[in-house]
């Protein structure tokens, strides 16, 4: 019989959840996009393309966070 959660260590339990996470990743691309994601996907990229913006540095990206922080 499976051990009952709560009888899990908070580490047991993160250690559990991140197997099940990572168990989730690696099934996702067997996963088909809906009609409705891949119409939002290819507008997104129209945006930028058409916006033809390059984005900012991760550093920089990274320092304005951690300034509203």
Do not use: H
């Amino acid at each position: 019989m499976p051990t009952p959660l709560n009888s899990l260590s908070i580490r047991e339990k993160i250690l559990l959840v991140e197997d099940l996470w990572d168990s989730i990743a690696e099934d996702q691309a067997m996963l088909p996009f809906t009609p409705e994601q891949k119409d939002e996907l290819n507008r997104r990229l129209d945006a930028y393309e058409a916006d033809q913006a390059q984005g900012r540095e991760a550093g920089e990206v990274i320092a304005g966070i951690r300034k509203r922080l």
